[in-house]
């Protein structure tokens, strides 16, 4: 009998685990009127001067490649947005590199700065790439947990315990999915003086940025010191509903931009032009859709985080992006037991917190990127399951 071929694959790839939510959605896929909190996108098309800026572009023939490090239009603009917003600086031809979502950047990042044996500080729960990436370039992260005692925050002593001479990065995430937490200027100051002792790079994933809610969101690399050791990353998929678009951008110290650059000319060559003019067109005139958007997000966060320690699911209150992460401790279930009992018995749709990482059992992740009518059905839903439960 001939032998079956057997194609070998690379190891590290063999041995990432596939994304928790992609493994739970796909018992989603195929259900009837699930009512779906788990995708973590923006309920809301993008907004009409956005799309149609994108349609204009095509109709006046760019359908080109651009330079690989994005058009120098947008580039401009994103610095000029910058300074203009945070007062941040940087050179729109050696420091700013746009691409393929804020996904993109974080590998692109990852594979520039991590060699084996290097080990980068991950904040526990964590979006679902940050521990799977490291692995392609023999690195691996170092998982710092977080709860709700802390707000789901790191502190300065978190970072000194868990450093050793492999230690060379940190990769921060606020506001934070799945979480919502996110940090206050004295509390930065505090982490950068001690990324500072230990001699770290950080990777700053600020796409939640525009969704902070109670305070103004301070960038990572506006803090003393942090700017010539920060990438700092943020895109157009959250603040602008622009998901399915797929552009981001990375900014940072030219040494480690032009290293990404490298890579991202061999992968990807460069975003899809008519992404990169809408995106011109978001930055010109998009704010006022952001603040409305962020305005019914505000509303549903206080719909949800109340109506969810009324029936029992203890929920800290999240201070930007549009998640819940409720503890199901109560219900003597596990993360992935509430979940597809919720999903069967109920047709809701959450994420297991587990997906997030170990410190994620215990909890689930809601979005209330979703109608308001939505949210109060679900709530009703979640509120028979766990009384069952109670029982
Ligand atoms: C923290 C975080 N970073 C990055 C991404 C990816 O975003 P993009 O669509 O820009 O690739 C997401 C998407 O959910 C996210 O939550």
């Not at 080990?119 to 790439?129: A, D, F, G, N, Q």
């Not at 009992?341 to 209330?368: D, H, N």
Request: proline letters at 5%.
């Amino acid at each position: 009998m001939k032998r079956k071929f057997n194609i070998k694959i690379n190891k590290a790839v063999e041995e990432m685990p596939p994304s928790g939510i992609r493994a739970f959605f796909d018992l989603v896929l195929g259900m009837k009127d699930v009512i779906s909190l788990g995708v973590g996108e923006p309920d809301f098309v993008t907004p009409w001067n956005i799309i149609e800026s994108g349609i204009s572009s095509l109709e006046k023939g760019y359908t080109s490649y651009t330079s690989n490090k994005g058009l120098a239009e947008l580039r401009r603009d994103i610095s000029r947005y910058l300074k203009n917003r945070y007062g941040m600086d940087y050179d729109p031809e050696k420091e700013i590199l746009i691409t393929v979502g804020v996904s993109e950047a974080v590998d692109l990042a990852m594979r520039s700065l991590l060699e084996k044996g290097d080990k980068m500080l991950v904040p526990e729960p964590h979006y679902v790439s940050y521990n799977a990436l490291p692995s392609l370039s023999g690195a691996s992260p170092v998982l710092i947990k977080t709860d709700p005692s802390d707000g789901f925050k790191i502190t300065p002593d978190d970072i000194r315990s868990n450093c050793d001479s492999k230690t060379n990065s940190i990769i921060l995430n606020y506001p934070n999915n799945p979480t919502g937490a996110s940090y206050s200027r004295k509390q930065l100051k505090d982490i950068a003086a001690e990324v500072l002792k230990r001699g770290l790079v950080v990777l700053s994933d600020e796409i939640y940025a525009d969704l902070t809610y109670d305070y103004d969101h301070v960038p990572f690399p506006t803090l003393p010191g942090m700017k010539e050791r920060t990438l700092y990353l943020n895109g157009f998929s959250k603040s602008y509903a622009m998901t399915g678009w797929r552009i981001g951008y990375a900014c940072g110290p030219e040494k480690l931009i032009s290293a990404m650059t490298k890579i991202h000319q061999y992968t990807i060559m460069c975003v899809p032009i008519t992404a990169q003019m809408a995106a011109r067109e978001a930055l010109k005139n998009g704010d006022k859709a952001v603040l409305e958007m962020k305005k019914e997000y505000k509303r549903r966060r206080e719909f949800i985080v109340s109506r969810l320690n009324e029936i029992g699911l203890s929920c800290h209150r999240p201070e930007g992006a549009f998640y819940a992460f409720p503890s199901i401790n109560g219900t003597g279930l596990t993360s992935m037991e509430f979940s597809q009992g919720l999903l069967k018995e109920e047709k809701v749709a959450v994420v297991p917190g587990t997906a997030f990482g170990v410190s994620g059992e215990g909890y689930v992740r809601m979005s209330y990127a979703s109608a308001f009518e939505n949210l109060k059905e679900a709530m009703e839903r979640m509120q028979r399951f766990v009384e069952k439960r109670k029982q």
